[in-house]
């Protein structure tokens, strides 16, 4: 161990050495949208690995900060390319089960198979093959809280499914040069997908580590973990701004850092918000959307 905590210490002091050497320039803030006021109890709106969580164990959190900051200095480091030409469309139709990740073509949409695989204690709709959660109860890791899921026109969106990195960031950082297939399995891939509270994903936007962290400081080492492990597996750049904050995150996630024991930190509130109507999609086929009765669909919100 002591061998381990050396070697962490080791690369943690070079990353973080570059980060301050080349300085921290914050990049513009991300898209703006509508946002979800805070519930007051939670009550809100299968499958792949679960996604990871911060369980206070604070030497896997050593070692896995570790291999992310040996990761993290592989990954380039460039300016964020212009935005032009954007549009969600060009990641495909949203929760497509047309994708060849882990949950693909397994006859559900991408949404569900997140709510299946991120809840616990849930009810699926009857007659639709195990797919569809009609309720469950969700561990928020973004925001430390536990929100009571139930599927209806006025519940469904207030538990959303978040891009760890985003699609717009993603867009600027590399995924301009991709072939639609690589783009629609991104956007559905469970590694970059994490259900959470509606408020955190609407206010977390388009942004990056350096504009946004969970309020829930505790899962905050996982979080640009997995940010890392995502733009590595897919070959997307960050900006200096990004890299930085990431490496001092990082940097901190040691038996005393934000991951370890007695350090959790709920979410800092949301102020109430008037919600102005979301431009959303069609509603998508079979039992992607939501809704009071089982058998009609509504949209939730999705673009980012």
Not at 202 to 221: E, H, I, V
Not at 250 to 278: I, W, Y
Request: contains cysteine.
């Amino acid at each position: 161990m002591q061998q381990t905590s050396s070697r962490w210490y080791a690369v943690a002091a070079a990353v973080v050495a570059a980060a301050l050497a080349v300085g921290c320039a914050a990049d513009g803030p991300g898209a703006s949208f509508p946002t979800v006021a805070e519930p007051p109890t939670g009550s809100a709106a299968g499958p792949p690995a679960p996604a990871p969580a911060d369980t206070g164990e604070p030497h896997r959190i050593e070692q896995q900060s570790n291999e992310a900051l040996e990761k993290l200095a592989t990954i380039p480091i460039k300016g964020r390319a212009p935005k032009t030409g954007y549009d969600r469309r060009q990641f495909g139709e949203r929760w497509t089960d047309d994708v060849s990740v882990p949950g693909g073509r397994n006859g559900c949409d991408t949404r569900n198979d997140i709510l299946r695989r991120d809840l616990v204690d849930i009810e699926l709709r009857p007659g639709s093959n195990g797919c569809a959660v009609l309720s469950g109860t969700l561990h928020d890791p973004y925001t430390g809280t536990t929100i009571e899921f139930r599927r209806g026109r006025d519940t469904s969106a207030e538990v959303q499914i978040d891009h760890v990195v985003a699609l717009s960031d993603a867009w600027q950082k590399g995924a301009q040069q991709w072939d639609e297939v690589k783009r629609r399995n991104f956007a559905n891939d469970p590694m970059n997908l994490q259900a959470t509270a509606g408020w955190a994903n609407q206010q977390k936007g388009d942004g990056d580590a350096a504009t946004w962290l969970p309020p829930n400081r505790s899962y905050r080492c996982t979080y640009v973990s997995r940010i890392v492990d995502i733009k590595s597996a897919y070959g997307l750049w960050m900006t200096q701004a990004e890299h930085d904050a990431i490496a001092r995150i990082l940097a901190g996630c040691g038996p005393s850092g934000p991951g370890a024991p007695g350090e959790a930190h709920p979410l800092q509130p949301a102020p109430p918000a008037e919600v102005a109507p979301a431009s959303v999609p069609p509603a998508p086929p079979a039992a992607a959307g939501s809704g009071t009765d089982p058998t009609v669909l509504y949209p939730v919100f999705y673009p980012n």
